[in-house]
């Protein structure tokens, strides 16, 4: 093994001293967002307190969320495994939390805003990872010509399915999260208020090319999640990749930020602190960037389109489409005694919140996506097997032996 696989970057000495003197001295610039400027839909509910700032108040509703504990058995890659080793969303969210924490505390930024939109950022993400993010999307579209996307869908978990009344400034981060789109630099725009986000929103449901187009972070703290979470997962892939025995690491050309999951971490996290400190906004030298670039673009062709990863995913589609329709007519005839009544609509009326007009009385091929989005992976193949027990249509999981 080269020695150049294991290169970890330090932030230059000239850096690491000032970080230091501004801390002893208070001098450094205060660009963080206070918790006194959130914004909530309703003002005159949870006011923050000394115990409780406004961005700590988002957390705790996050995490006390009835779908946050969905996050275990949500696969990321690799969704028909049957191997603890591989990683579910529930670590992932906690990876982008540490990275971006770790950020930010160079940064100085507010560490309860990065925490509650990088714990929030998938909650509203569909089982099987983003191939069930796409097969809902044309089943929502085809219906109602709407798109479905699990950052848009996010926001509605914590905005709507559960009115929490979370903070402008966290819902702006986790709609604006989207990991796919890799920058530079990110240069966080404002956003005033709720009415300029709710037409945002609504405009990612016409056309997903909106998500890219008018999505962006309106905080710093924001803008550190969003690349955290193509940090967290461009290595810790690869680790899954190599124990499913899809990849070797070794196979990764080993550029500027390494090959590994360690490596890649604290290689791009010392950069971005090292061109970001005292800055407006977020960046990260050429080189690094190009690296991240081709790290990951070395991901999708020797992970993520390998067919040993892809193949299982030509039988959930169908088996998705069938249990969309079933839920749909369930629904239309008020079947009260199928799942989509006695799983889903009772299940959220639990939740004991104020909304406009009643769950039930949403759009019944919403109440359709809302449902399967909000399904573990293990869960959706249990329904399908108990809406369709005839059915010769499963999955074969890949075991440990």
């Known amino acids: 093994m080269a020695k150049s696989q294991l290169r970890y970057e330090n932030l230059s000495a000239e850096m690491e001293q000032k970080i230091l003197n501004d801390r002893t001295n208070g001098t450094f610039e205060n660009l963080s967002f206070s918790d006194e400027n959130a914004i909530r839909r309703n003002a005159n509910r949870d006011k923050p307190s000394v115990i409780r700032p406004a961005f700590a108040r988002d957390i705790d509703k996050i995490m006390h969320c009835p779908y946050y504990n969905r996050y275990a058995d949500k696969t990321q890659v690799f969704s028909f495994y049957k191997n603890d080793d591989l990683s579910r969303r529930s670590l992932h969210v906690q990876l982008v939390s ?13 560490l309860d805003l990065i925490e509650a939109i990088a714990l929030g950022h998938d909650i509203g993400h569909t089982p099987f990872g983003h191939a069930g993010e796409s097969f809902l999307d044309e089943l929502l579209f085809s219906h109602t010509g709407r798109h479905f ?13 559960f009115p929490y009344n979370i903070s402008l400034q966290t819902l702006n981060g986790i709609a604006s999260h989207d990991g796919e789109m890799e920058l530079c630099e990110y240069h966080p725009k404002p956003i005033e208020n709720f009415e300029e986000f709710d037409k945002q929103i609504e405009a990612c449901y016409i056309d997903k090319e909106n998500v890219k187009k008018l999505l962006t972070p309106s905080t710093l703290e924001g803008c550190v999640m969003r690349i955290s979470d193509i940090i967290a997962y461009l290595g810790k892939d690869r680790q899954d990749a190599e124990k499913a025995n899809i990849v070797n690491n070794r196979d990764f050309d080993d550029g500027t930020i390494g090959i590994y999951n360690a490596q890649i971490i604290n290689n791009l996290i010392t950069n971005i602190v090292e061109n970001s400190y005292g800055k407006p906004y977020i960046k990260m ?14 991901n999708y062709s020797l992970i993520y389109k390998q067919e040993k990863v892809g193949e299982a995913y030509n039988t959930i589609k169908p088996m998705m489409a069938e249990m969309y329709e079933k839920l749909l007519e369930d629904l239309k005839n008020e079947n009260k005694s199928s799942p989509i009544f006695t799983h889903h609509i009772d299940y959220v009326n639990k939740a004991h919140y104020t909304r406009e007009k009643p769950y039930e009385e949403t759009e019944p091929n919403q109440i359709v996506v809302d449902y399967i989005a909000s399904m573990t992976d293990d869960y959706f193949v249990d329904l399908y097997a108990h809406l369709f027990p005839k059915s010769d249509k499963k999955i074969i999981y890949k075991g440990y032996f």
Do not use: M, Y
């Not at 699990?150 to 978990?157: A, E, L, P, Q, T």
């Not at 030298?285 to 070395?298: M, N, P, V, Y």
């Open 149 to 161: 996307s699990h950052n848009i869908h996010s926001i509605r978990v914590l905005d709507k399915i």
């Open 285 to 298: 030298d050429q080189e690094h960037f190009d690296a991240l670039r081709k790290a990951k673009s070395d």
């Open 98 to 110: 540490r990275i971006a924490r770790t950020i930010g505390k160079a940064l100085n930024l507010n």
